[in-house]
Antibody
Framework: QVQLVESGGGLVKPGGSLRLSCAASGFTFSDYYMSWIRQAPGKGLEWVSYISSSSSYTNYADSVKGRFTISRDNAKNSLYLQMNSLRAEDTAVYYC??????????WGQGTLVTVSS | EIVMTQSPATLSVSPGERATLSCRASQSVSSNLAWYQQKPGQAPRLLIYGASTRATGIPARFSGSGSGTEFTLTISSLQSEDFAVYYCQQYNNWPPRLTFGGGTKVEIK
């Protein structure tokens, strides 16, 4: 069955870095565009970043542009999010999600990132 | 940036009743709109894409309509498992610059 499993979350100090990973299985990963979407505690969903199926295109929310970098390795069925210069407002559950158009069909269960001193 | 506004923020409905959720875009997104359901402690689930196409396995009681800037999600007869938060999301830009609405919580009346 389809699985997306995020890892790499945790507690980090402001200004620190983390690298999130998302391991995909059960579908043809290289056919799908991928996104990172986050949800701050008790809040709604916020799109963070997008990468096309072949990595030709990427895009970022203004709130993370210049600090976060999305990448993927289709040979390893994996998605990544390098997060630098982290701020308290980046605290959230981070979901990876896969889609064929702009909607996200498959979602992971999320990994919690907490930015606090 | 396209802003998505959902209303109401909370909808109180009795089981078996009809629920109508609204989503408005700040500019036209054509039919590039999706709806998701999220239950506490769970990841969102895709319900509707292309404004009106049900995702695989989604019951027929869920229907989406609209285009341009005004969209509606209708749940024809609420079941106990439908009480959740619902989000709309547009994907009209290229490369995608996705934006979500603030959500509508459907609660038991």
């Amino acid at each position: 069955q389809v699985q997306l499993v995020e890892s790499g979350g945790g507690l980090v100090k402001p200004g620190g870095s983390l690298r999130l990973s998302c391991a995909a299985s059960g579908f043809t990963f290289s056919d799908y565009y991928m996104s990172w979407i986050r949800q701050a505690p008790g809040k709604g969903l916020e799109w963070v970043s997008y990468i096309s199926s072949s990595s030709s295109y990427t895009n970022y929310a203004d709130s993370v542009k210049g600090r976060f970098t999305i990448s993927r390795d289709n040979a390893k069925n994996s998605l990544y999010l390098q997060m630098n210069s982290l701020r308290a407002e980046d605290t959230a559950v981070y979901y990876c999600a896969a889609g064929l158009l702009g909607s996200s069909l498959y979602w992971g269960q999320g990994t919690l990132v907490t930015v606090s001193s | 940036e396209i802003v998505m506004t959902q209303s109401p923020a909370t909808l109180s409905v009795s089981p078996g009743e009809r629920a109508t959720l609204s989503c408005r875009a700040s500019q036209s997104v054509s039919s590039n709109l999706a709806w998701y359901q999220q239950k506490p402690g769970q990841a969102p689930r895709l319900l509707i894409y292309g404004a009106s196409t049900r995702a695989t396995g989604i019951p027929a009681r869920f229907s989406g309509s609209g285009s341009g800037t005004e969209f509606t999600l209708t749940i024809s007869s609420l079941q106990s498992e439908d009480f959740a938060v619902y989000y709309c999301q547009q994907y009209n830009n290229w490369p995608p610059r996705l934006t979500f609405g603030g959500g509508t919580k459907v609660e038991i009346k």
